[in-house]
């Protein structure tokens, strides 16, 4: 025979997959010798066989749970019902992860009219025992009933009306037995029978009640939303009622062992005398600081200090404690581990290994990644915070906090900053002839586009404050005001952006500052001490790579050239050399863009110091660079000199149906192999000067990109030596150089062997291998994403975490084939998944020797992947 | 020691690959006793050798040249350069696979001043000798000095002029003497060193020569046209010489032991009496037909027919012969396998068959299947074609060949095959609202565009003539003319188009019409005995599917319901529904939309009898139904009644910046269920149908597009069957069907195993397949797909023989994973790969059950099918 149900002291902590997380815990508090009030757990294989039997609680379980029930009875030496001492007990939810208020507890179960003459014969006090009466009413009747609560309500507050009433206080027992009396006649209407009396039936219909929660709609959404799975099922917990309002020397409390917000090693809490939980949680009264306790009830105290310190050295984390001091005597109503910030956690995880409690592997594991972003960038000081005035809400884009004065245009921020005016880019979106102001802007403030956006993904790329499609607010760039609602914004007026929440607020609000240092430093050392994947980061530029390295990056994992085409000072040669009808023309805008892209190179050189880096050639289709509408191709034809209707014939030839998968990346070096040409030389030249001037040994990894077929590779691969070769000769220098590719088109993933053989790394650009292997265009998804979310086709985005089935098996077969051919090539990733937990922690398992991310993102990147070590290591 | 030279008896036509196509039949012919030169042969080893030892012969391979040089002298009783009885020797070259008039020749090696005179003695002819000579200087001049051919003419024509003669034949021996003289002057002055006399060494530098001829320019380019491998080498047969130019009973000819055009059996060839090879060649005579050499040289003609007789008896197929008869003597210079018509490759295997020299497998094996395209479209009239005008020559998009009227415009296509009038759409380019046009027409030609471009891919698939991209042509539709240099051709002027060469012709050419009957009808039914692969056709109308049924198809692959969309009658409704701005207003053009569906479903299932037809449910964007230009958008807007910006910022919001990876296929039903509802309401609706009214028994397979997530199939087939039963439900009747999913998107070979359980079969689109797995889209590549070419990225074109090495690759594992889940899943090709022998034996090996391609590639597919099974039984 299965066992469905555990007394208390039968479980402990291990068996929370079966007892929930509030039955486990009970159990061992129980266990260690806490004052817990006695009671029993029906498991979650109770709830899922309760699902298996249509919705029918077996007679087995129903056997198990009365004999506990007889047990219970026992050892509490009271009877439900019982007319003089009579049990009464709650009943309440508890999985196996957290679902706080997404399940229902019936508190009180067991009175009935003759019990609640019991109660108040043992406690001398009949309107204490009426109102207990009334409330269990109401909430078995909300909960087990479904009768909606503004039934009660109502005559609840008529009564009140009636006897002219201000407060539930001042209900006399007399009032409340009229009360109870109106409470029965509802139930006695909307369901066709009474309010049932026997003590048993009410506890068989709440328990059902529970089981029947773990389905409930908002169950259901909860655990959509936060990845839980359906399968897991409830647990029920049964436990003898403790009351904290029976007077002065009773009340009820909550209290983390330490400081969740701070992470201060110091009992944090709240209590309230005569008062139970739920009076706490409604927060009519205000509660009292658990340091106050001492003088209420020194006792007590003294000995919840105890048990406090006894429960955070027995669980060896920081606990989040419910107790109940009934006439003196306290008792635990639940514990578990506390949530906390990510400051706390950090806090937490280096005062307990320091303490000696746990190990430097554990306090790593217990720390969330993706909470580190919070401390890497500035907040909105919380008093400031507090009288701010809110306009909107868009898109939490990119994190931070950022006050200045609204620009509509690129050229404005970058004047305003010229004279030291802090400003916010404000516009409908953002397209990459718009990098030099969001450079150079405070933060961002789109009203379209969503998480992928091109200004969220260049802002998060940037560590910049960014709100995206803010719908409310109306742009018109033209007019340089925006609107929201019936309000004008103008350029110059301040506005405030909070990066994490989205919201947009108006005026100037103080920020903080933050930064890698302290405990948080301390952390990351550690995660360095267990990852064995590489950490490097997408930069490209000097900025970029510094705030990099200040994180923690060991290299550039992927630096883009084509970033460096846009400012202001080169994109006409860039479309000079574009537009240029010959080689010959072509060469000669090319030579113009040598000294920038040597300057840009030597500048990240600098950066990075003997740090590897990796250049990923030219890699967008041509048009990206080149103007669309009439006004402008215009204004570049004057620019140029060259007539209006054969520059505009030249941007029509090249646009395409599907950029995405056109003329684009190592595919234009087939065509005009002097582009590659011209940026191999431009390293080269950029890598001597750093060791001959400079004295720094520089790594420059150069990376041919969109490769697909191997004869793309050994033609660009020979190019790209020969160039360097010919460099070099010419310098009568010589510099350490790797080639390799990106693998972002499926083919090469399927022939990595045959690339592998001429290849010395390869880098896996997961953002483009998803949208070939997915055949999902990130920039049209949005059109039909958010049904694929709804109608759960997706686990996860895979744009945000990488698709392990999928793309992941792609990559898996892409790093077996590769080390098959050639056992010494370096293998990385540089798409945006190399900065998400999840896909590091795959990267990890796949062999990897390193994950490339933002520089905002190296420190999470540090830390998961010293988890994913631990984790795989232990394994 | 390696033997680096074969007389001709040490050889046989087994050792081609050592001594060449020709080196190898010569020995072959000697072996059966025919009469053959004596002669050897220096191996394809010796040449790869002497680009070994860096172009140069090594002393073992002119020791065993030497050696048989001795040999050749004895068996012909006569010495190179001797006085009084001179051997002369050809040089030729001889490949493994031929490669005509792409390597060089030399004649009548051997003579030199001395040697003439034996020659002249000989023959007693002191002009033919000085003749010969004359001959050999240039002729070595030319290819073994590299000197230029003209230097030589000069100095001949000079000679010519001086003398007043008008022929050659004018000239004297004291005449040639002088131009010998002229020639080795300017051999001397070119080469800095006289004409070499000694004979031996003229051999070695012809050798030499012929082996460098290997790797000349257009030997390479040959090579990598007709995909020929580098490292083959060519071998060098060097043979004693015969003369067909000693007077009337001297003679040379080249005959087909068969017709090569209609395969007729009976001798078919030509000969020149008192002529050399070169002169038969240079067509300054008009030569006999073989049958006269009867009259001429009965005796010859007796032994040439029984020697014909004897070859081809020998080598069991067609035989294309060279011969010459000297003084009365025949000698076989050459036999090889005839090339053929695609009429005669038919006929020839067929009788073949019946004549007992091959069997079915054979017979099948030498039929090229690309060929069979001949077979089944119009051509023009051999006679009538001599007399056309060519215009241009565009690419022969779509074979056949047609004749009409010029009309510009799809609607007045329409209208002119109302009136029974035939008509030429001609457009800069088609799209898809052209479709109807594209129907009514004899032919397409289009100024732009390459061969997958929108005319020729649809073309192709009705089996239309078609010529694209043709440059020349400058369409004006607005004015309906076209001009083609000065000329101008207005509507109703009548223009010819050749799909098979590409060209275009002014005015009308009478067609012949082919069809499947005969031995061509005989062949396709033995291919049926032998394949394994189902042959499918891709088809979208009634007409389509009749065709296609005629030529052997077995069912129905892939059935585009978009196509049915675009009619006139229809395309409203479809945008009606597309412009929706709710389900409600959606659903009731959809169910507009019903009856046309229906019909076409009835009209498809009717052709198709109990076959199954596969239907793909909606695919395409839905932006490619609505009009783009303002002007069209206004016109909808009155249609429908809506306003004009509304209109004009739906058409924008539905536009996307990569369509290909975009809201389309499966994600639409995600997004808008009606519409696959609508859908699948017509096909069972039309199914019902055809059973109970039309009492056939149809099999409609019904296939989801696009997917790529399991949960995508899992939802859509949920809708599918949900709809079905209700419909069959609603009409209480039964119906047969399969659901099933396109595998196009590379993720879903990745999980095929998680479809396979739940899908009924797969259809692999290789078409989109390729384009994902690549990254290369189709209608882009076009930019790029030159250089691609030029510099053999690909070893072939990806969209037109599957990328088996990338795509393939994927195919095979899908195809694995998906037969492991379900070991009775159905497996099929519907890409255009499915037409393309190279791809279908592919699919053999890979195990589909089925290959589908256009209509009037079905035969094709049947014998490439059979083709695959034989070949791959027999390894």
């Known amino acids: 025979m299965k066992k469905f149900v555990y007394a208390f002291e039968e479980g402990c902590k291990e068996l929370k997959s079966l007892l929930g997380g509030k039955g486990a815990n009970l159990a061992e508090m129980k266990k260690i010798d806490l004052p817990v009030p006695e009671g029993f757990t029906i498991t979650t294989e109770a709830c899922n066989q309760y699902y298996v039997d249509g919705k029918k609680i077996s007679d087995e379980i129903i056997t198990q749970i009365e004999a506990n029930l007889v047990l219970l009875e026992e050892k509490t030496q009271k009877k439900l019902g019982d007319a003089n001492d009579p049990l009464l007990v709650s009943v309440r939810s508890g999985a196996v992860i957290s679902m706080p208020g997404m399940m229902d507890t019936v508190l009180n179960l067991g009175l009935n009219d003759l019990s609640v003459e019991g109660l108040t014969k043992l406690t001398e006090n009949r309107r204490f025992a009426m109102d207990c009466y009334r409330r269990f009413i109401q909430m078995f009747g909300d909960v087990v009933l479904e009768i909606p609560k503004y039934k009660f309500d109502k005559v609840l507050d008529g009564k009140k009306e009636i006897c002219g009433y201000e407060s539930d206080t001042q209900l006399t027992a007399a009032d409340l037995e009229e009360i109870i009396e109106g409470y029965k006649k509802i139930v006695s209407s909307e369901k066709g029978f009474d309010f049932p009396q026997e003590p048993k039936e009410q506890l068989m219909m709440a328990i059902e009640a529970v089981f029947g929660s773990w389905n409930n709609e908002r169950a259901i959404v909860y655990r959509n939303y936060n990845e839980i799975p359906h399968n897991l099922g409830t647990a ?86 419910e107790f109940t001091v009934e006439r003196g005597s306290l008792y635990m109503l639940q514990t578990r581990t506390g949530k906390r910030t990510a400051y706390a956690a950090v806090k937490v995880a280096v005062d307990m290994v320091d303490e000696g409690v746990i190990d430097k592997k554990e306090a790593l594991m217990r720390i969330a990644p993706s909470q580190l972003d919070q401390l890497l960038h500035p ?233 590897p880096v990796n250049i990923r050639l030219l890699d967008p289709p041509l048009h990206e660079f080149l103007p669309h509408k009439d006004e402008e191709i215009s204004a570049l034809a004057t620019d140029l000199g060259v007539d209006f209707e054969v520059l505009k014939s030249k941007v029509e030839s090249l646009s395409e149906f599907n950029p995405m998968l056109g003329h684009r990346g190592c595919r234009l070096a087939i065509t005009y192999p002097e582009i590659y040409e011209m940026q191999v ?131 898996n077969m892409a790093c077996e084939l590769g080390r098959q051919s050639n056992p010494t090539i370096k293998l990385g990733i540089c798409g945006e998944h190399g900065g998400e937990p999840k896909s590091i922690e795959f990267c990890h398992k796949t062999g990897l020797n390193y994950v490339s991310c933002s520089p905002f993102r190296v420190p999470i990147a540090r830390l998961s992947a010293a988890q994913a070590a631990i984790k795989n290591k232990d394994q």
Chains 1, 2 share one sequence.
């Open 236 to 321: 029920v917990n049964i436990q003898s009622m403790v009351f904290g309002n029976m007077g002065m020397t009773s009340g009820t409390g909550v209290a983390f062992t330490r400081n969740p917000s701070t992470g201060e090693n110091k009992l944090f809490g709240e209590f309230l005398i005569n008062a139970q939980g739920e009076d706490v949680v409604a927060g009519i009264r205000t509660p009292q600081k658990i340091d106050e306790l001492k003088d209420a009830l020194p006792e007590v105290y003294q000995q919840f200090v105890d048990v406090s310190a006894k429960l955070e050295a027995h669980y060896r984390d920081m606990q989040d404690i």
């Open 681 to 811: 030389r431009a390293i080269i030249e950029a890598a001597v000067y750093c060791k001959e001037e400079l004295k720094i040994e520089v790594h420059p990894e150069i990376m041919i990109p969109l490769v697909g077929h191997l004869k793309e590779f050994t033609i660009l691969k020979k190019l790209v030596i020969d160039t360097a070769t010919e460099t070099l000769k010419t310098l009568n220098a010589e510099v350490v150089y790797k080639v390799g590719t990106m693998i972002e088109v499926p083919r090469a993933a399927l022939i990595a062997d045959e690339i592998a053989k001429e290849a010395e790394f390869f880098s896996f650009g997961t953002n483009d291998l998803t949208q070939m292997t997915l055949g999902f265009s990130r920039d049209d998804s949005g059109k039909f994403l958010d049904e694929y979310v709804k109608k759960e086709v997706f686990d996860k985005d895979p744009f945000e975490s990488i698709d392990q089935n999928g793309v992941g098996k792609l990559v």
């Open 379 to 611: 907040t909105f000081e919380p008093a400031a915070l507090e009288s701010a005035h809110l306009l909107a809400k868009g898109l939490p884009a990119s994190p931070g906090a950022a006050s200045g004065k609204v620009y509509f245009h690129s050229a404005d921020v970058v004047k305003a900053r010229e004279q030291k005016v802090k400003s916010i880019l404000v516009r409908t979106e953002t397209s990459p002839e718009d990098i030099e102001g969001m450079v150079k802007a405070e933060g961002i403030l789109t009203s379209r586009g969503g998480m992928t956006s091109h200004a969220a993904v260049v802002a998060r790329g940037m560590g910049k404050c960014c709100v995206a499609g803010c719908g409310e607010v109306k742009v018109d760039e033209e007019n340089r005001i925006f609107r929201i609602g019936d309000q004008i914004f103008k350029e110059g007026d301040y506005i405030s952006l909070d990066g994490n929440t989205g919201k947009v607020y108006s005026g100037e609000i103080k920020t903080v500052e933050v930064g890698l240092t302290g405990d948080f430093a301390k952390v990351l050392a550690w995660a360095d001490e267990f990852r064995t994947l590489g950490i490097r980061t997408n930069a490209d530029n000097p900025l970029d790579s510094e705030t990099a390295v200040k994180f923690g990056a060991e290299g550039i994992g992927l630096c883009r050239t084509e970033h460096m085409f846009f400012s202001d000072d080169r994109i006409l040669n860039v479309r000079e050399m574009i537009v240029a009808s010959n080689k010959v023309d072509r060469v000669k805008a090319l030579d113009k863009l040598l000294p920038y892209q040597k300057e840009d190179f030597i500048g990240i050189f600098k950066a990075m110091g003997s740090r």
